[in-house]
């Protein structure tokens, strides 16, 4: 193809992905009720558990219109996410050769499921997060929390965990890629258990050790994986390189 033609193909799988995502937010815009109803539940937990006045706040008389768009669009994200990512592969994919299509949709297909996996661990651990950080404030006080702020906290929740669950597929991509061998993925685990914990701990409140925990377990269980993933890898590399004599030369 022609660089007039890459450029057209290119407009054209733009198009489609942001017509996905405009209905998936259209459709966003119906279940945007439904789904605030869902990430405001902690706030109610706070009031039963802590018997103190909680509620969400609208600042502004404009703040409950944003706050239902931009539900919407990040609703109409997450469900046009197949139409958008098949549109980027289908755009790559003609220039690559059948082995690297094979890997590319072997960590495409993996990927999405995790970092789906880990948006949903947040969605589990928000509430422990919500209750124990309003705990701090005294009891006679009230929390009034900003309807836009509390989204923000709780979407960069959902996608850092989200993100961290999908960093082991990188590791592999890495070890297939050639830069990194099995071998210095192990040798590093008390390092990447280290930095594992300590980001369950920046993304959940110190005191809430079980939160830290429940994220903390499957993110080691996945590095584990991608490692004997990058053994397996590296057995079948060796395999295939041809034999050295004494000498040094090729058998």
Same mark, same amino acid.
């Given at each position: ?13 733009? %198009?489609? *992905?942001?017509?996905?995502? /405009?209905? #998936?937010?259209? &459709? =966003? @815009? ?78 495409? %297909?993996? *990927?999405?499921?995790?970092? /789906?996996? #880990?948006?949903? &661990? =947040? @969605?589990y651990v928000l509430p422990h997060v919500v209750e124990l950080m309003t705990s701090f404030a005294p009891q006679q006080d009230a929390a009034l929390i900003n309807a836009q702020n509390y989204f923000d906290f709780v979407l960069k929740l959902m996608i850092a965990i989200g993100i961290a669950f999908v960093l082991p597929v990188f590791v592999v991509l890495l070890n297939f890629a050639g830069v990194i061998s099995a071998r210095s993925i192990i040798k ?64």
């Amino acid at each position: 193809m022609s660089l007039g033609q890459h450029l057209l193909e290119l407009r054209k799988r733009l %198009f489609l *992905a942001a017509l996905g995502i /405009l209905v #998936g937010a259209i &459709a =966003g @815009w119906f279940l945007s009720g439904l789904v605030w109803d869902g990430l405001r539940e902690p706030i109610y937990a706070i009031v039963r558990a802590q018997n103190r006045n909680a509620q969400i706040n609208y600042p502004d008389i404009t703040s409950a219109f944003d706050l239902k768009l931009r539900i919407s669009f990040y609703v109409g994200l997450i469900v046009s996410s197949p139409v958008w990512l098949y549109q980027i592969f289908a755009f790559f994919t003609p220039g690559l050769t059948r082995k690297e299509k094979q890997y590319t949709f072997g960590f495409f %297909f993996t *990927a999405v499921p995790l970092f /789906l996996a #880990g948006c949903a &661990a =947040g @969605w589990y651990v928000l509430p422990h997060v919500v209750e124990l950080m309003t705990s701090f404030a005294p009891q006679q006080d009230a929390a009034l929390i900003n309807a836009q702020n509390y989204f923000d906290f709780v979407l960069k929740l959902m996608i850092a965990i989200g993100i961290a669950f999908v960093l082991p597929v990188f590791v592999v991509l890495l070890n297939f890629a050639g830069v990194i061998s099995a071998r210095s993925i192990i040798k590093s685990w008390r390092v990447a258990i280290l930095v594992i914990v300590l980001f369950t701990a920046i993304a959940t409140p110190a005191a809430d050790v079980v939160s830290m925990f429940l994220l903390a377990v499957p993110m080691v269980v996945l590095y584990f994986a991608a490692y004997g993933i990058a053994v397996l890898h590296d057995r079948r590399a060796a395999r295939r390189l041809p034999p050295v004599g004494v000498d040094g030369l090729l058998l």
